[in-house]
């Protein structure tokens, strides 16, 4: 299983932490796929502990599955474009608060300026959304994200249509399908 071999995917998580375990093993499937993982977290998802796990234990998970040290400060992050880290950068889970930072090209977290230094190479990124205000007032900078070159989405769904009528949720066990379609510039459509 080395669909992915030499492909270096910067793997970025933010602060929806009820979807970190999903996260954790698409990033091992990929692993296993052969790519080598590139680890970043925001300043909030490495610092916060919720009933989803502790902020140790999580950076320890994507350490382990990296076998790097985690990138979590714009400074750490600002390289990744220019010393060419990366051919594809995956934001898994990627909130709507990021999502509409990146829309307004708003660079205040490591995440943040690893998708804006990628980004400087016309390099492809991959949002797994998971938010629970995606079809509120988060809708409009997704919106500008589905439009804007090199931007791609791993299919989401509504994940609880009745007690969270605007909530999306990608598809995480398609995220490794969701990566070799952007590598070829392509949306995956499920």
Excluded at 103 to 116: R, Y
Excluded at 162 to 179: G, I, T, Y
């Amino acid at each position: 299983m080395n669909e992915l071999k030499g492909i270096k995917i910067g793997y970025a998580l933010t602060g929806s932490y009820c979807t970190f375990a999903k996260a954790f093993e698409q990033a091992e499937r990929l692993v296993e796929m052969g790519a080598e993982l590139i680890p970043i977290m925001s300043e909030n998802a490495a610092a916060t502990s919720t009933r989803f796990g502790s902020a140790d234990e999580n950076i320890k998970k994507l350490k382990e599955i990296s076998g790097k040290d985690i990138i979590c400060t714009i400074s750490a992050a600002e390289p990744i474009g220019p010393k060419n880290m990366t051919d594809i950068m995956v934001v898994a889970p990627c909130t709507s608060n990021t999502a509409n930072k990146l829309a307004m090209s708003i660079t205040d977290t490591a995440v943040t300026m690893a998708v804006k230094s990628h980004l400087r190479k016309g390099k492809p990124v991959l949002l797994a959304i998971a938010s629970n205000d995606s079809l509120m007032g988060s809708a409009k900078g997704i919106g500008m994200l589905f439009g804007s070159k090199n931007y791609y989405f791993v299919p989401m769904v509504q994940d609880d249509i009745n007690e969270k009528p605007s909530s999306l949720v990608a598809d995480f066990s398609m995220l490794p399908q969701a990566v070799s379609a952007a590598l070829d510039g392509k949306q995956l459509r499920p």
